[in-house]
């Protein structure tokens, strides 16, 4: 059992019959009245967020996961194939597994895998990816009409926002988390 006192991000619980990630969680002390936790947390099997205030001290199963590297093979259509690193057996799951954060996954790309008895729960992508620009506009010399940055289609299909220098072909640095450009590499 775990207590809202124990909560840490990344922390997986049973809640109404299902098993939620800690994504998010925030102690709020209102003036005479019990303390409550503020978390956001996302449903394992469906990648749903839920917003959920819980009152300090309520307890929850702690679901112990197991993280195992794993690498991305292929995709066909919905199912997505990756080899596990330590056993070397393919396992597939839905694109709902997967979730957003297959914006940025390439080919024979290294990421964790949370694993829950031999079942494949979670992908984990690293914090940072580097990518190729496919396709941008080139950049004019002194134009800032745009605020210095212009959309640039990456090798895996996602669309960001880049600054102005740079150029197709480029390699960058995009944070996985929330889409951003980081730096060129």
């Known amino acids: 059992m775990i207590s809202t006192s124990d909560f840490r991000n990344g922390i997986v619980i049973r809640f109404e019959h299902g098993m939620y990630e800690i994504i998010d969680f925030q102690l709020v002390r209102m003036q005479q009245r019990q303390a409550i936790v503020r978390t956001k947390l996302k449903n394992i099997k469906t990648g749903n967020v839920l917003e959920q205030p819980f009152r300090s001290g309520d307890r929850f199963e702690e679901i112990y996961v197991e993280d195992r ?18 056993t070397y057996h393919e396992v597939t799951v839905s694109k709902a597994i997967v979730g957003p954060q297959l914006a940025y996954l390439k080919e024979n ?6 694993y829950l008895n031999d079942e ?11 990518l190729e620009v496919t396709e941008t506009e080139p950049g004019v010399r002194g134009d800032t009409a745009k605020s210095g940055t212009k959309p ?20 960058i640095r995009v944070d996985t988390r929330s889409g951003d450009y980081l730096e060129r590499a």
């Open 69 to 86: 590297p794993i690498q991305y093979l292929y995709n066909d259509g919905d199912r997505y194939h990756f080899m596990d690193n330590e």
């Open 109 to 114: 790309m290294e990421v964790q895998g949370r």
């Open 120 to 130: 494949l729960l979670l992908i984990q992508l690293p914090s940072s990816v580097i």
């Open 152 to 171: 640039a289609k990456v090798e895996t299909g996602a669309t960001i926002k880049v600054p102005l220098f740079v150029n197709t072909g480029d390699k």
